[in-house]
């Protein structure tokens, strides 16, 4: 994958493509007439200051908030790099709170992959995008909710509600009213903070229920390097939604029906840690 490139999706909504090569995810801009919501606080002040440089370029409005989508490193590390509120549900400022009281040595990292606080792919995706982290600064949000909320910016607006899922419990999406672009964060991906990655079915139909209520024309994924358009983003939760249902219809056969299609299979895979382990 190339470095990070800027996009415009549509007339209000920017996004700022994610890097694998330190796990930088997609980063996102609603703008109105007035103000800038940021999505995402980025993996590091250096990932958000080159997506702020790109929206300064343009002219866009002032930068007057960051939604988070979910609490995981890369996509709240970098908030600092903002002059701006941070506004996340409950659970996501309550784990930050955690990570901001954290020693971020080399020590103190590997001694939370030993005991199970961290897995060792976020360790090393830390080192690489941070490798001093002595001045490293965890904002914690300060704007707080519970269900969504949303943010006028002044002939345009955006809408950030939680959905949960496997992935994180806390995760929300970010939904541009008018323009329809949806940003996705991590929620559709399995969980990785467990001894194997998972979902589960009953996790994946709840979200697959939560998703529903947004009308879509465009959807962008935490790690996906290009804008699903409404037949693909469509694809994409129907595959979900066929995985659980086969896994349980079908239990460990699902394997069987799965043998043809790489994709299908993995989720079927997961799904299966999930049930057996209770997720």
């Known amino acids: 994958m190339a470095e990070s490139r800027f996009q415009q999706i549509s007339e209000h909504v920017d996004w700022f493509t994610p890097d694998d090569r330190t796990d930088r995810p997609a980063l996102g801009a609603v703008h109105g007439a007035d103000a800038t919501l940021l999505v995402e606080g980025g993996a590091s002040v250096a990932h958000l200051s080159a997506f702020l440089a790109e929206l300064a370029s343009r002219g866009r409005p002032p930068v007057t908030a960051i939604a988070l989508t979910h609490w995981h490193w890369d996509h709240s590390f970098g908030s600092a790099a903002a002059d701006a509120s941070v506004l996340a549900h409950r659970d996501t400022a309550a ?71 496997d992935h994180s419990a806390d995760s929300c999406v970010v939904h541009a009213p008018g323009d329809d672009v949806l940003f996705l964060g991590d929620c559709l991906y399995q969980q990785l903070h467990a001894p194997e990655p998972l979902l589960t079915v009953a996790g994946v139909r709840a979200l697959l229920d939560a998703l529903q209520r947004f009308p879509v024309a465009a959807a962008v994924e935490g790690h996906g390097d290009e804008v699903l358009d409404a037949a693909a983003y469509a694809d994409r939760l129907e595959e979900l939604r066929h995985a659980a249902d086969l896994v349980d219809a079908r239990g460990r056969a699902a394997l069987d029906d799965a043998a043809g299609d790489p994709e299908l299979r993995e989720l079927v895979e997961f799904l299966l840690v999930g049930e057996q382990t209770g997720g």
């Open 95 to 165: 784990e930050l709170a955690v990570q901001a009281g954290y020693d971020w040595s080399d020590d103190a990292l590997d001694a939370r992959v030993r005991d199970g606080r961290e897995i060792a792919f976020c360790a090393e995706m830390i080192r690489l995008e941070l490798p001093d982290r002595s001045s490293l600064r965890i904002v914690v949000p300060d704007r707080i909710f519970d269900a969504e909320r949303r943010v006028d910016l002044g002939g345009a607006a955006a809408v950030i509600v939680h959905v949960g899922g």
